[in-house]
T-cell receptor
């Protein structure tokens, strides 16, 4: 079993839709949770960074962590074609710099 | 965030040869990391490189295959040695900065 699981998609939505991207993880020692966006042939770009459970909002993006169910979510409001990319979730333990990544979900926002 | 550049951006190499990838950061950072992203798979940490000490390798990665240098706080190199087609991948460096990890653009390596 992978430590971080993510549906590869692709997920196709119309412009303006609310997008929900999700990951599950198995290691209860994970304390930090990140979302990265990766455009084709580019490096991952850090979008959101949360510690432990709770919500964090940044513009159109909301990250949500539920440690009781080991579930990580990223919501994108008013999605735009420029949001079309692969979204990677990652988890990290308190005692380590090592990031454990999901395999990524490819998102396509149709104009 | 820190600005990270990598050279080369891509290369095609013959099996049995070696390639050295460079990573340059615009700020001094303590922690630098090298990841591999194989086609259709998630990023996997190869090693952590701190300035002034030997790199720390993850399980499944060895120094003879992936030697790393970290001569100062803004630069690191990763060498992929004695390459085989299985080494075809994207290699990314990242840095720890202001509580987050930021990635370079990656080096796309194809081994024939």
């Amino acid at each position: 079993q992978k430590e971080v699981e993510q549906d590869p998609g692709p997920l196709s939505v119309p412009e303006g839709a609310i997008v929900s991207l999700n990951c599950t993880y198995s290691n209860s020692a994970f304390q930090y949770f990140m979302w990265y966006r990766q455009y084709s042939r580019k490096g991952p770009e850090l979008l959101m960074y949360t510690y432990s459970s709770g919500n964090k909002e940044d513009g159109r993006f909301t990250a949500q962590v539920d440690k009781s169910s080991k579930y990580i979510s990223l919501f994108i409001r008013d999605s735009q074609p420029s949001d079309s990319a692969t979204y990677l979730c990652a988890s990290q333990m308190d005692s380590s710099y090592k990031l454990i990544f999901g395999s990524g979900t490819r998102l396509l926002v149709r104009p | 965030s820190a600005v990270i550049s990598q050279k080369p951006s891509r290369d095609i190499c013959q099996r049995g040869t070696s390639l050295t990838i460079q990573c340059q950061v615009d700020s001094q950072v303590t922690m630098m990391f090298w990841y591999r992203q194989q086609p259709g798979q998630s990023l996997t940490l190869i090693a952590t490189a701190n300035q002034g000490s030997e790199a720390t390798y993850e399980s499944g990665f060895v120094i003879d295959k992936f030697p790393i240098s970290r001569p100062n706080l803004t630069f690191s190199t990763l060498t992929v040695s004695n390459m085989s087609p299985e080494d075809s991948s994207i290699y990314l460096c990242s840095v720890e900065w202001d509580g987050g990890q930021f990635f370079g653009p990656g080096t796309r390596l194809t081994v024939l």
